[in-house]
């Protein structure tokens, strides 16, 4: 195969060798092409089944991506929903037993803070002498 000067050429920087000829066509929907004979097409089309190639193997790498994002993204869900349950039964029970109870975890709280406070109290006493 011949070296082709335009490797790396942007798709429409090839546009010069691509002429419309201006003679008259039976038909207003037909145009003619007129190639200039050193554009090596082989190569051409060599790269773009290449570049197609590249196209599929990342195509296929990002679907695969995208199936597992979606199936982490559901197994996230469902351990959401089931810890919003457990949270809300856990809430539940909780009021329940506020309720059963009435002020009494008050009482407990305030004895708690009070024997706290007298051994604070009395330490500092005792590290004084």
């Not at 029970?93 to 803070?113: D, P």
Request: proline share 2%; aromatic share 10%.
């Amino acid at each position: 195969m011949s070296t082709n000067p335009h490797k790396g050429a942007s798709f429409y920087g090839d546009a010069a060798f691509y002429r419309s000829s201006t003679r008259p066509v039976a038909s207003s929907d037909e145009i003619q092409l007129h190639i200039d004979s050193g554009f090596d097409f082989d190569d051409e089309i060599t790269g773009l089944r290449g570049q197609v190639r590249k196209l599929k193997s990342v195509a296929e790498d990002i679907g695969t991506e995208v199936k597992y994002q979606r199936d982490f993204l559901e197994q996230v869900q469902t351990t959401m929903l089931k810890a919003q349950a457990g949270v809300k039964n856990n809430l539940r029970r909780l009021n329940k037993s506020i309720i059963q109870n009435g002020a009494n975890h008050v009482v407990h709280v305030l004895a708690f803070a009070l024997i706290c406070f007298l051994i604070v109290y009395f330490w500092s006493k005792v590290s004084r002498k």
